[in-house]
């Protein structure tokens, strides 16, 4: 298959797509024609007007949660493939992945220094 053919192939995937899309709005549009209430803009929680802002803040100590969540989340993400390639690449593989754990148990010990494993 040349590049021509690649891409045309290519243009014509994306040109289905936002087709697709496209479609689905107008008839979502078309469907469901929309009134303004008075009560779909208030803020409530199981029916009850609430009192706090909308828009507040978390604190800080809860982005060393996130960033370690992320962390671990990453290494499942990067585990699985290597998992399947395993067997071919051998030894290479296993040092390669040694090493990629290493530096997330450093960044978990750096984590856990720093407080952010300690209940609040």
Known sequence: MSALEQYSLLLALVAGIAGTVIGLY?????????RREQGKD???????LSRDPVWGRYHARYYGYALLF???DME???????AVVYKEVGLVA???MGVFL?????????????GAL???
């Open 70 to 72: 992320l962390a671990f």
């Open 102 to 114: 290493a530096i997330l148990f450093l960044g978990l010990l750096y984590g856990w220094s720093q």
């Open 118 to 120: 300690r209940r609040q």
């Open 94 to 96: 296993l040092l390669d």
């Open 76 to 82: 499942m993400a990067f585990m699985y493939p290597w």
């Open 42 to 48: 208030v803020p409530a929680s199981s029916g009850v």
């Open 26 to 34: 107008g008839l979502a549009r078309a469907m469901g024609l929309t």
